[in-house]
């Protein structure tokens, strides 16, 4: 199948990235520059922000909830952003529909970026806003069945580092993983993966930009070797969380992530992995609006809703 019609339009306008090194505040402000106006989102029955005190410090959070109700499951959400773009309000959309969608409460995490924080500010905090969901519980009216991560991008990177670091630290509370077009192998060799090669240019984001894009995040400390790091570098994979693993079609990043999925199965975690066709790197959070691709909210649902009538049912 070709690039959906509407993505490779979209992908055709954009400009050529400026000469030069990088700039993170350029790139960040251009970020924010798009965010829509607060009356321009999706509504939802709550939208609170507040800070979440953890052990790495205090981590601003954004709490969305979809509807009133006695108790909600939860979804902690890491946006994605090559660990050094992205925010709360960059990714309040993906959040939103998450929440709406699934009608579980969802807290996105608004974790220290590189350059300006290193590794593993970012991570530690994702982690320590899990483990303070589960310990206020009651405040945040959860309803101690579901408790999930998830991520997009950088964020998926995130997530699976976060389930992986819960289970080795007994924390048995994580029921799920949620990861979007996951960057799980930050060693960019294009000889690792097919997908690096068949989808290196054109569809946006490109295989010759891995590599510059992330060395914020590199060169804070973060070693690609590292399985909190490339998480698909992680030799045993058993007792990990049930994983639902969302592929595009024309991504580089999609064959790690394809083989994540697999190797999670191989070990008897339920996983399932779902090659989205047409579509590139970043479609849950740009091209949501298009139904082929707004499915993936409606995927997750069905995910976290199988999983708990299979949990409810003794199976």
Known sequence: MALHPEIARIVASLPAPPPGPIDPAVLRADEESHVPAPDDRLPLHAVDDAVAATPSGDVPVRIYTPAEADSYGVIVYFHGGAFFLGSLDTHDHVARALAKETGVKVISVGYRRAPEAAFPAGLTDCYGVVRWVA??????????????????????????????????????????????????????DEARYASLRENATGYGLETAGLKPFNAFYLDSGADPADPLVSPIKREDLTGLPAALILTAEFDPLRDEGELYGRRLAEVGVDATVTRYSGANHGFVANFGWIPEYAAAFAQTRDFLAGALAEKASGR
Not at 152 to 174: E, L
Request: without cysteine; negative net charge.
């Open 135 to 188: 310990e206020h519980g009651e405040d945040l009216t959860w309803d101690r069945t579901t408790l999930a991560v998830a991520g997009d991008s950088s964020g998926g990177t995130f997530a699976a580092a976060v389930a992986a670091m819960a289970h080795d630290d007994g924390f048995d509370r994580i029921t799920h993983q949620i990861l979007y077009y996951p960057s799980l192998d930050l060693d960019f």
